[in-house]
T-cell receptor
Framework: GAGVSQSPSNKVTEKGKDVELRCDPISGHTALYWYRQRLGQGLEFLIYFQGNSAPDKSGLPSDRFSAERTGESVSTLTIQRTQQEDSAVYLC????????????FGEGSRLTVL | GNSVTQMEGPVTLSEEAFLTINCTYTATGYPSLFWYVQYPGEGLQLLLKATKADDKGSNKGFEATYRKETTSFHLEKGSVQVSDSAVYFCARQGTGGFKTIFGAGTRLFVKA
């Protein structure tokens, strides 16, 4: 597609439920990133993919968080047994990978855990 | 370490005022540097970038110069408009080209 697409745009869930957030990067972009943005705060790095491998998972907050990517396409971020502190906007970005560093962001998935 | 530090907001200015948002970084080597902007209700978008020392990035009247001596990349605009109200994020390219690292963001309010 023309830009990075994320779904759902809004998700309200109950504490303890699992959620899946999806990201469709720009076609041809080899790098894909997930960030978390809590209300009024900056961007917290979660994980990035180069192709379908994840060289850096250092930002995942706990083992309840996982992510996968099929080829150089769609990525899914899964949060198991959600907690209220997981409430945030989850941002996906894609880029050309090594060298440029320029990222193209989706509009985010707003997660609210009740 | 590898980090980006930018001035705390919010910054409130009147229309046509001069804007400076400070940003400093720590890094080994000379990473590319960026300013991203997040307008209300929208996703982040790249505002400008500089890829090597002494480069000046510019866009929409905003400028930032890559200063390796002071490890800084301050954002400036000579005359702000109400439509510039947004959150501005300074960022640097990560080690090896990956994992762009962002500052905490600075919220700018411009009053008419």
């Amino acid at each position: 597609g023309a830009g990075v697409s994320q779904s759902p745009s809004n998700k309200v869930t109950e504490k303890g439920k699992d959620v899946e957030l999806r990201c469709d990067p720009i076609s041809g972009h080899t790098a894909l990133y997930w960030y978390r943005q809590r209300l009024g705060q900056g961007l917290e790095f979660l994980i990035y993919f180069q192709g379908n491998s994840a060289p850096d998972k250092s930002g995942l907050p706990s083992d309840r968080f996982s992510a996968e990517r099929t080829g150089e396409s769609v990525s899914t971020l899964t949060i198991q047994r959600t907690q209220q502190e997981d409430s945030a906007v989850y941002l996906c970005a894609s880029g050309m990978g090594l060298g440029t560093g320029e990222l193209f962001f989706g509009e985010g998935s707003r997660l609210t855990v009740l | 370490g590898n980090s980006v530090t930018q001035m705390e907001g919010p910054v409130t200015l009147s229309e046509e005022a001069f804007l400076t948002i400070n940003c400093t970084y720590t890094a080994t080597g000379y990473p590319s540097l960026f300013w991203y902007v997040q307008y209300p209700g929208e996703g982040l978008q790249l505002l400008l970038k500089a890829t090597k020392a002494d480069d000046k990035g510019s866009n929409k009247g905003f400028e930032a110069t890559y200063r390796k001596e002071t490890t800084s990349f301050h954002l400036e605009k000579g005359s702000v408009q109400v439509s510039d109200s947004a959150v501005y994020f300074c960022a640097r390219q990560g080690t090896g080209g990956f994992k762009t690292i962002f500052g905490a963001g600075t919220r700018l309010f411009v009053k008419a």
